[in-house]
């Protein structure tokens, strides 16, 4: 095996860890920045750096919960209190909330809103990578929360931008089996131009 193929043999091995199973430690935020450093290099069109990242840990993931309970009641007045309870417990479940946000800029000639998002998202995979890389257990998750105007501006995003996602970060437990991967060449095939 070459370098390069164990290489791609690692990067194909990121697989991500149910929330509720991530423990503490979780990176702290010097090692946090260093995760980050690979998703500098996240393709960017016009250079734009759209990609925001808030980590959220500790009492602040019980303000995030609160956020998420108050948007549900605004969005279904009539939610259960366990429904409410459920949904304010979801940030808990891992030591680190890492959210992923585009911070778009409006009418750009040549960047739709569309690709600044697409760039946000590779630079959350780059995340996942790097965290792969360092041995960090993480996983990315939305849900609702993710696209709710009331969530997004708790968390001072204005409503031109987006959430692409919460990254949760921790302690993956030891005991892990490797999931298995569709063959790549059933999503590629050679587009020679020809008319059908
Ligand atoms: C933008 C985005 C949002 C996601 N949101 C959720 C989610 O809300 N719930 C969920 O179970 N998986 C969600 N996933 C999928 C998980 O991150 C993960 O990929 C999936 O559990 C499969 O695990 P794997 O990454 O090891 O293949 C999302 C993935 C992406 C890219």
């Known amino acids: 095996m070459t ?13 991500s860890v149910k929330a509720d199973l991530l423990e503490e430690p979780a990176p702290d935020d010097a090692e946090l920045e260093r ?42 007045p009539d939610a259960s209190d366990e429904d409410i309870g459920a949904i304010r417990a979801k940030p808990l479940r891992a030591p680190l909330v890492v959210a992923v946000g585009a911070e778009i800029t409006e009418n750009h000639p040549k960047v739709p809103p569309e690709e600044q998002i697409v760039a946000a998202g590779c630079a959350a995979h780059a995340l996942l990578l790097a965290a792969h890389a360092a041995g960090w257990g993480a996983i990315m998750l939305t849900g609702w929360p993710a696209h709710d105007e009331t969530v997004r501006a708790a968390l001072g995003f204005a409503a031109k931008d987006r959430l692409v996602g919460f990254v949760y970060m921790g302690t993956a ?8 991967r569709p063959d790549p060449a059933r999503f590629l095939r050679t587009w020679s131009g020809a008319r059908s």
């Open 3 to 15: 370098d390069s193929d164990a290489l791609i043999d690692f990067l194909a091995g990121r697989q």
């Open 173 to 180: 437990p030891a005991d892990r089996r490797d999931k298995k």
């Open 35 to 76: 995760l980050l450093i690979p998703a500098m290099s996240a393709p960017d069109h016009g250079a734009l750096r759209p990609w925001r990242f808030l980590a959220i840990r500790g009492a602040s993931r019980d303000r995030l919960g609160d956020v998420f309970a108050d948007a549900l009641q605004r969005r279904q």
